[in-house]
T-cell receptor
Framework: GAVVSQHPSRVICKSGTSVKIECRSL??????MFWYRQFPKQSLMLMAT?????????EQGVEKDKFLINHASLTLSTLTVTSAHPEDSSFYIC?????????????FGPGTRLTVL | GQQVMQIPQYQHVQEGEDFTTYCNSS?????IQWYKQRPGGHPVFLIQ?????EVKKQKRLTFQFGEAKKNSSLHITATQTTDLGTYFC????????????FGTGTRLTIIP
């Protein structure tokens, strides 16, 4: 149980293009999902909290117009990196909580490695 | 804001030796969680500790939550090659304690 998928697993794009990353909870409903960014050999940094049916809340320093989040259903959240530039290259990971379990632990997707040329 | 630090940053151990990573939070935590991330992989939840002074064991792994609920430790007895990876502690914060601040992580390398 508590499986989270992410697609694509890897993407290479040209500077200036937009990239959409999907995060799905496969066997549970997730009213809240989280998007993290991880640079090589560093810790996870929370970017934003995605709430089903409402606007995402962004952490300080994260540009909401740059990183668009949509949480259209209880099992799907998307992150769109708009007008990507080389400095946006990173490992993006989503996670979700299974509210029915009652705990605060998060279940992570396999991540998306973005490379912007 | 809340900061969570871990030491050491890196640890290389001979297979069979013990390993310990320490986690310290700048604020009191309602609970502490531990995750393991293999190279190239994603974090996987290991355990959650809630009570002051709590100790939990998972086979060769022993987790401890400090009395003041600001620090924690993970001890692995007789490491195996499958233990390699980065171990993160994480403390909740925010409305409903639903967000997590991840520690700086300890990268464990096992020497066969």
């Amino acid at each position: 149980g508590a499986v989270v998928s992410q697609h694509p697993s890897r993407v290479i794009c040209k500077s200036g293009t937009s990239v959409k990353i999907e995060c799905r909870s496969l066997d549970f409903q997730a009213t809240t999902m989280f998007w993290y960014r991880q640079f090589p050999k560093q810790s996870l940094m929370l970017m934003a909290t995605s709430n089903e049916g409402s606007k995402a809340t962004y952490e300080q320093g994260v540009e909401k117009d740059k990183f668009l989040i949509n949480h259209a259903s209880l099992t799907l959240s998307t992150l769109t990196v708009t007008s990507a530039h080389p400095e946006d290259s990173s490992f993006y990971i989503c996670s979700a909580r299974d509210a029915e379990r009652g705990g605060t632990e998060q279940f992570f997707g396999p991540g998306t490695r973005l490379t912007v040329l | 804001g809340q900061q969570v630090m871990q030491i050491p940053q890196y640890q290389h151990v001979q297979e069979g030796e013990d390993f310990t990573t320490y986690c310290n939070s700048s604020t009191t935590l309602s609970n502490i969680q531990w995750y393991k991330q293999r190279p190239g992989g994603h974090p996987v939840f290991l355990i959650q500790l809630v009570k002051s002074g709590e100790v939990k064991k998972q086979k060769r792994l022993t987790f401890q939550f400090g009395e003041a609920k600001k620090n924690s430790s993970l001890h692995i007895t007789a490491t195996q090659t499958t233990d390699l990876g980065t171990y993160f502690c994480a403390g909740p914060y925010g409305f409903g304690n639903e967000k997590l601040t991840f520690g700086t992580g300890t990268r464990l390398t096992i020497i066969p």
